[in-house]
């Protein structure tokens, strides 16, 4: 099926194709029909398949540009994630020559800067639930003429202790308002919360595999101690174009960038607690390719889409197959191959077998051996 299949308007297919995209995935297949009708959705579908365009498309065909007016609302729960739907939005716009504005509301950054920005009536709002919240209690953000909200990583931020920021920014907008969900897992808590938010909710679902298929899992056992220089090995071992380390703590991460930074690895942290500017010189860095290999915790990192990102690191086991999930999916997008590769000790390597069993995945145990990965396929090997 194509774009033209699906009724989408010819200037944003031509947007599409200035952004390479020829063909729809399968959950924008089965998003548009049903988004442009405006109904209310749940978009459930693995990490990197483009959930974002499967409901920026049709907000797109829903918002009137001469309407000087809010007329969609997009909550992500980071700000990196905010950042990126922002920018997809402005390409959208631009590429398809369409008059529709959008702003970034988020914390960190000035207020009120935020606010004169609101007073040019944007179309559509992407931010952070506390921040749209406090503009919206405050007057600054009307959302009477609000037709859409999207809730984005809706798994994280329906829950108890995120919901009563969000319920606030969806009874500003009319009642008869479209919702739409997406997230890439499904938490039992949110299901339910969801499912009183909007009854008649359309439950749509693509990609059989709980993982991406073209990423290979691979794990190395080794002593707590020798991780760092286990790392070391591996990033000389497999050169990878971009790669992303993933840890527990804010501090390990710091840590591991300074020991890397020593043996002359372009490495950053993307620390959590850093301020709104370094954290943005860390992104830009690793998508120019200034820098190789970015560190960050789940919190950090969550909902991050870089391109070619072709290894993930789990300097740090994720306990929950789920969190492993949501770290590998950092790799392999859009069709592309990807490695994993998790970094565990004796006790931590026990939750292999229950990744393989939970996610439908293959978990191979690898060894470094003279500079060379020994027990995975050949062409990972120097």
Known sequence: MSFSDLHLPDDLIAALGRQLISEPTPIQTQALPVLLKGQDAYLHAETGTGKTLAYLLPLFCGIDPALAATQAIIVAPTHELAIQIHRQCTDLAQNAGRAIRSVLLIGGTSTDRQIEKLKKKPHIVVGSPGRIGELLTRGKLKAKDVRSIVIDEADRLVNDETLPTLLPIIKAAPSKRQLIFASATIEPESTAAIAQLSPGLVMLQAGAAAVNQNIEHLYVVCEERDKPEELRKLLHALEPERAIVFVHRNDVAEKIAAR????????????????????????????SGAIRVLIASDIAARGLDIKGVTHVFNFDVPTLSKAYLHRVGRTGRAGAKGVAISLATEVEARVMPRYQQELGIVMTNVRMREGRILGADERLSR
């Open 260 to 287: 890397l930074a020593h043996h002359h690895v372009s490495a950053v942290d993307l620390n959590a607690a850093r301020d709104k500017l370094a954290r943005k010189e860390a992104m830009d860095g690793l998508r």
